[in-house]
């Protein structure tokens, strides 16, 4: 048997020189291998340098396509950090680009990544670009609202954002600024995600329920379930996410009924959501599509969807039991009242 040393020497990404990987950019007549995309992650100082005096030489197409690249293999990949590279690539001359690193940056929780987004938010030509920057700082007000974050730096993303959505901008950036104030704990958003639910505008009301799912809060119940059975598919997606997300079992016999959706992204929702949720008879019936899918892929997903409601069961038990022991400290606590009292009787 023969091995292929050269083969096996790209199944590690740092035996590749980064001056190869500019090289591969640049050739216009071969494709960018994907083995090159795991070099662009944890960029050094040095290889910034390279890659700022090389990456606009590259066609915009190819541009576009390593950035897509790499959104794809960071969702699946956790292993990797294409930050420094999309810090940089946020400056590219193309919108498509911009918003493509933006998308990319979403993942990542540093801090310093805010300052980067409200610049974009503030000063980008391009109304997609500002929108991703709007749609990035929600994970920046979750990590406000769990005190991650120091409340100044909060109250500054949800004033800009609060700013943006009470502007003239494109309704695109304005909903996915809504979207994030989702996350926010501040009394007038509820009244912002009720005058979009209510606004009879299908972006608006797919974003009301976007915020809705963020919010942490079942008074959105009858909204959630009423858009189940929207006749709009982007309305009834974000519906059925937000139901899982907050919980909703109430949702569960509608949910259930969905799992027979045409469009294979809702009933991929559906089923996750049904995980989130739980119940009496959801692991057979998540079992049984598990062994009657033929699709690869789909099977992986419910495997995944398993896992996640043995999480969520385990979680509900934990809380049970808690809320048992509760009851039993109390239980406790007035016995030891009833003892003390007979001490002093005696």
């Not at 216009?28 to 070099?39: A, C, G, I, N, T």
């Not at 310093?112 to 920046?140: F, K, M, Q, T």
């Not at 606590?333 to 007979?342: A, G, P, Q, V």
Request: charged residues 30%; glycine residues 4%; proline residues 3%.
């Amino acid at each position: 048997m023969t091995i292929n040393h050269r083969s096996n020497e790209y199944q590690n990404p740092s035996s590749i020189s980064f001056q190869e990987v500019l090289e591969a950019m640049l050739n216009e007549s071969k494709p960018f291998h994907p083995r090159y995309l795991y070099r662009l992650s944890d960029l050094e100082s040095d290889e910034l340098a390279q890659l700022e005096g090389a990456w606009m030489q590259v066609q915009t197409r190819r541009r576009q396509a390593i950035l897509e690249d790499i959104e794809t293999l960071g969702e699946t990949n956790y292993t990797l950090s294409f930050e420094e590279f999309c810090r940089f690539t946020t400056q590219d001359s193309d919108p498509h680009v911009r918003e493509l690193s933006v998308r990319v940056l979403w993942e990542y929780e540093n801090p310093r990544l805010i300052p980067l987004y409200l610049d974009l938010l503030s000063n980008d030509l391009s109304p997609d670009v500002r929108a991703a920057a709007a749609a990035a700082l929600g994970r920046h007000v979750y990590l406000g609202e769990t005190e991650d974050l120091p409340q100044k730096t909060l109250d500054e993303i949800v004033d800009r954002l609060l700013q943006v959505y009470r502007s003239s901008e494109p309704q695109v950036v304005r909903c996915r600024a809504l979207e994030s104030l989702g996350f926010s704990s501040r009394k007038e958003i509820a009244n912002l995600i009720e005058t979009a639910y209510h606004s009879g505008n299908q972006e608006w009301i797919a974003s009301s329920l976007v915020a809705m799912s963020r919010s942490a809060q079942n008074q959105w119940e009858p909204h959630i379930i009423e858009m189940l059975t929207s006749d709009v598919d982007d309305i009834r997606f974000e519906a059925v996410r937000a139901a899982g997300e907050l919980e909703l079992v109430k949702a569960r016999p509608l949910l259930l009924e969905m799992l027979d959706e045409p469009d294979s992204e809702i009933r991929m929702a559906v089923i996750w959501s049904l995980s989130q949720i739980g119940g009496e008879g959801v692991e057979d019936i998540l079992i049984n599509l598990y062994e009657e899918t033929e699709d690869e892929e789909e099977a992986e997903f419910i495997d995944a969807a398993l896992d996640n409601l043995s999480f969520t069961e385990g979680m509900q038990l934990y809380s049970l039991f808690e809320y048992s022991s509760d009851e039993n400290d109390e239980d406790d606590e007035d016995w030891e009242k009833f003892y003390d009292l007979d001490e002093d009787d005696e």
